[in-house]
């Protein structure tokens, strides 16, 4: 028993090497450096630290977290924002540690159990390609209401615009493969707007996102948090918001084309082909129904979701996914 013990852990401590974890942090107590310290222990050899524009009052913490060797610490002069300083992170891997085997976000606020960001390791091994997500129980009695009241509205938006249900979808626990660095970084929001940005697009572009439970705590009502109640959910319900605009608006231009296109087609068909009623609308259908879809595809790749063009296949996908 003791040697299977052994086995299992010396294979996680070999899946949490291979990982890297960015933490985003802004104005950070002191429990930050012990909690880099408790990640090292558990094995995590790669940790990246963004310091988003905090004041010269904290460079002592900055200070300490550096010194471990397996830390890095980068540095905004100002703040811009937790999606900014998760991109400077991103980019960092990118350059720096291309062949680890995924990436795993923390927030610096104390909120994410060691023992939790080890389970979104094991969960990237068992499912690559996909975003994991670790969900909070916001239906515990100690979740402060602003959190509570913001993440429940931001969940059922998603589901009526995306028809997928995430109970926590402002969780800042969140692992995915290297193979996926890429698109995290070209997805577009500076602020927390990022990354509910991150789930509209892997929902769009369906990328398998998995959520696992993971401790909900809350030190001192959720103090140390820098989310700003007012400017931030009107950021997050812009995302969201402006998706359904966008997304009506798409559906109607690609609507009208397709009428527009079969009709015009019609017209130019029925003197070519006089007898064949049902080869002349099958033919004007068929060609307006693939054109239309094409402008679908690139209203929603290009404007919808503002996606750069990739060399994924993800047109071949949109049509038979």
Known sequence: MQL?????QASKT???????????????????????????????????VINDGSDDTYNAIFAGVGEYKECTVLVHKENRGKGAALKTGFAYIREHIPNCSGIITVDSDGQHAIEDVC????ALLQHPK????????????????????G??????????LFGKWFGDTQT?????????????????????????????????????IKTITIC?????????????????SIRIAKVLLGSIGRYSLSSGI????????????????????????????????????FISMGINYTLNRNYVFGMEAKKDKSSIKYIFG
């Open 4 to 8: 299977m013990d052994f086995g299992e």
């Open 14 to 48: 070999k899946a949490n090497q291979n990982m890297v974890i960015v933490i985003p942090s802004l104005e950070p107590d002191n429990e930050l450096i012990s909690y880099i310290g408790q990640l090292v222990d558990c094995g995590f050899t790669s940790i990246v």
């Open 119 to 122: 389970h979104i390791a094991e």
């Open 130 to 149: 996909t975003l994991v997500l670790g969900s909070r129980d916001f239906s515990l009695p100690h979740i402060p209401p602003k959190s509570k009241v």
């Open 151 to 160: 993440n429940s509205i931001s969940s059922v938006l998603f589901l009526f």
């Open 172 to 208: 800042g626990l969140r692992g995915f493969d290297v193979s996926l660095l890429g698109k995290m970084q070209s997805i577009k929001g500076e602020r927390f707007e990022y990354e509910m940005e991150v789930l509209a697009v892997c929902a769009t572009e369906k990328i398998p």
């Open 216 to 232: 909900t705590i809350y030190e001192g009502n959720n103090e140390g948090t820098h989310y700003r109640p007012i400017q931030d």
């Open 254 to 289: 690609s609507t009208i084309a397709d009428i527009g296109i079969a009709w015009f087609l019609l017209d130019y068909l029925t003197p070519r082909i006089p007898t064949d009623h049902l080869l002349r609308i099958g033919i004007s259908v068929v060609v307006a129904r």
